[in-house]
């Protein structure tokens, strides 16, 4: 059997052994995966994504034996990343940017519909950070629902199936995940939201 056939729980009771290979296929199959998730947590910061990933594939091998072998090894690794993020947002010391109402309106109106965010809006940085730091005040669930859903663009069936949800639960947990993240950007910016929502 390869590497890539077995089970991350095979794989991790072969790293525990000291098996070096195994360790490699653990992290090449996760790799793009959390870079992608950390990356669109740090305001598409690829430096900072690069340095979150680095600490938590450390962090996870440094926890190794405290992983449960009946568990699943992917939510375990987003529990360390969103441990991770959470530390990084609070080391953070710059505060959040002013928006435009015109950036502020595009964004909250994709996100009351189902159309993907617009390139346009996401390519300006103020956008990007305000969206961050939004994100990261959410439920872990309600911010991986709205990442999943328009960053990655996966269906409704794929986050489901990902997060172990029917499609009906996740198209209701997607409607209050957009809710909240619109009752964040109110709390920060009243005028400008109101007038989108």
């Not at 095979?10 to 195994?22: E, K, M, S, W, Y």
């Not at 198209?171 to 909240?180: K, M, V």
């Amino acid at each position: 059997m390869t590497e890539d056939l077995r089970s991350d729980q095979q794989l991790v009771a072969r790293i525990l052994q000291g098996d070096d290979a195994a360790s490699g296929s653990l992290f090449r199959r996760h790799v793009v995966q959390l870079h992608r998730f950390l990356w669109w947590r740090v305001g598409q910061d690829s430096g900072a994504a690069e340095e979150l990933l680095q600490d938590v594939f450390f962090d996870a091998w440094e926890g190794l034996s405290r992983f449960d072998a009946d568990a699943e090894w992917w939510p375990w690794l987003l529990g360390i990343a969103r441990r991770r993020l959470a530390r990084h947002h609070r080391a953070r010391t710059t505060r959040r940017r002013g928006l435009a109402p015109a950036d502020l309106a595009s964004v909250v109106e994709a996100l009351a519909g189902e159309r993907p965010l617009p390139d346009e809006v996401l390519e300006r940085t103020e956008v990007r950070d305000a969206l961050a730091q939004a994100l990261s005040t959410l439920s872990p669930r309600a911010g991986d629902l709205l990442v999943f859903k328009y960053v990655e663009r996966q269906s409704l069936d794929e986050i489901g199936e990902r997060l172990g949800m029917s499609s009906g639960a996740v198209s209701s947990a997607l409607q209050r995940a957009r809710a909240d993240l619109r009752a964040t950007l109110r709390r920060w910016l009243p005028e400008e939201v109101d007038h989108v929502t």
